[in-house]
């Protein structure tokens, strides 16, 4: 994929974040990934506070995995903190998790998620869906990023 701004992967499943790792490797997608194992990563990740405070905040993800079941704080607070600040408002951000609730899919989609992706339990169609989020987001979607520097 010729896009090298990171993936951020915000995943506490040890074993769906090695799903997600060998996916993005079988696939052919060379995006660096970072990896946050709760909300409180991701937000320090995002908004260079923390021990990512010496981030380069210019350097923003491509695009957002979010898992909506995390500790400390949960993917939905994740995605509204995003959603609210200026500099990560119109970040693309996927909700890939495990949750068929509706009033998950409706509120994701009320905060601003982009799209809510149920992870497939078997690794085929995990490998395939990866597949395909990577080609979409990475490859075919325009973002704001890429028309302001003529990128398109």
């Not at 040890?14 to 997608?29: C, H, Q, V, Y």
């Not at 409180?40 to 995002?46: G, N, Q, R």
């Not at 078997?122 to 869906?129: A, G, I, M, N, P």
Request: hydrophobic share 40%; aromatic share 6%.
């Amino acid at each position: 994929m010729p896009n090298e701004r990171p993936i951020l992967l915000v995943e506490d499943n040890p074993d769906d974040e090695a799903l997600t790792l060998r996916a993005f490797s079988k696939n052919k997608i060379t995006n660096p990934i970072v990896v946050a194992r709760d909300g409180v990563e991701a937000i320090d990740y995002l908004f260079c506070t923390g021990p990512q405070e010496k981030r380069d905040p210019s350097v923003m993800p491509a695009v957002i995995l979010l898992d909506l079941k995390l500790p400390r704080i949960d993917g939905l607070e994740v995605l509204r903190r995003i959603r609210a600040d200026e500099h990560t408002a119109l970040l693309p951000v996927v909700v890939l998790t495990t949750s068929r609730e509706l009033q998950d899919i409706q509120q994701a989609y009320r905060l601003g998620a982009n799209s809510y992706i149920r992870k497939p339990v078997d690794f085929e169609r995990f490998l395939h869906t990866v597949g395909q989020l990577g080609l979409y987001w990475l490859s075919l979607n325009e973002t704001v990023d890429s028309a302001a520097n003529g990128a398109y």
